[in-house]
């Protein structure tokens, strides 16, 4: 039996997902003059690290410009999302013997739906890379957590689908970790197909 009292999770693909997605920031990229200046990486890495109003400040006129005229597209994202079926169920049960977290990759807009569906209302902390000026798989989000909390790594166990972001980053930080993996054959002992799973693997990992 392990000693697990914090379990952190991701929020898209793990416990939300866009319907229809048209990688809103990345259009924006694509149709403009000459990428603002930035190459792609640079560019999502300040999308994702800065709220959207100090972007707006970074960067040429024209990203605002394209923004706006083409925020309906943001919009339908948005309005696209949908909270997996066993997350609200999963959730309410883990409350009950564990403090529970969210760590977000994401642009400032789409911290909308956590808030619209009550998903804020399941977690004692949520970390935003908007927020934090920082990208999981970096260290310094994760630290957020311990800081917050004052738990040691190895009370801590981090959920997500992405194995670059989540695993690893939970794995170079001393956290326990489990993959979802909701599309395909699971190959790893580590990921799970459906977050009613988690309780029995925390037991095992």
Same mark, same amino acid.
């Given at each position: ?16 997902? /866009?319907?229809?997605?048209?990688? *809103? ?9 000459? $990428?603002?200046?930035?190459?792609? =990486?640079? &560019?999502? %890495?300040? =999308?994702?690290?800065?709220? /959207? ?11 605002? %410009?394209? &923004? ?6 943001? @919009?339908?994202?948005? #309005?696209?999302?949908?909270? &997996? ?6 959730? %309410?049960?883990? +409350? ?6 969210? /760590? ?5 807009? &789409?911290?909308?739906?956590?808030? @619209? ?5 399941? *977690?004692?902390?949520?970390? *935003?890379?908007? #927020? ?8 310094? /989000?994760? +630290? ?5 909390? $004052?738990?040691?790594?190895?009370? =801590?166990v981090m959920i997500g689908d992405s194995f670059k972001s989540d695993v690893i980053g939970a794995k170079n930080i001393g956290w326990k970790y489990l993959k979802i993996n909701r ?10 197909? #459906?977050?009613?799973? =988690?309780?029995?693997?925390? #037991?095992?990992?």
């Amino acid at each position: 039996m392990n000693n697990i009292k914090i379990i952190v999770f991701d929020l898209y693909n793990t416990l939300i997902e /866009i319907k229809e997605s048209n990688n *809103f920031f990345l259009k924006l990229f694509k149709t403009s003059k000459n $990428g603002f200046g930035l190459n792609v =990486i640079a &560019y999502l %890495e300040l =999308i994702m690290t800065r709220e /959207i109003d100090d972007v707006m400040t970074i960067l040429p006129i024209e990203f605002k %410009e394209l &923004y706006y005229k083409n925020e309906v597209d943001l @919009e339908k994202e948005l #309005d696209s999302i949908v909270v &997996y079926k066993e997350v609200f169920s999963v959730l %309410e049960e883990l +409350k009950k013997d564990f403090q529970i977290f969210l /760590i977000s990759n994401l642009a400032s807009p &789409y911290k909308k739906p956590v808030f @619209e569906t009550n998903l804020y209302t399941y *977690f004692d902390g949520l970390f *935003f890379s908007c #927020d934090y000026g920082a990208l999981k798989p970096n260290e310094r /989000i994760f +630290k957020e957590v311990e800081k917050f909390t $004052g738990n040691t790594k190895n009370e =801590i166990v981090m959920i997500g689908d992405s194995f670059k972001s989540d695993v690893i980053g939970a794995k170079n930080i001393g956290w326990k970790y489990l993959k979802i993996n909701r599309r395909e054959k699971l190959l790893k002992e580590y990921e799970i197909s #459906d977050l009613s799973q =988690i309780k029995k693997q925390i #037991d095992v990992i």
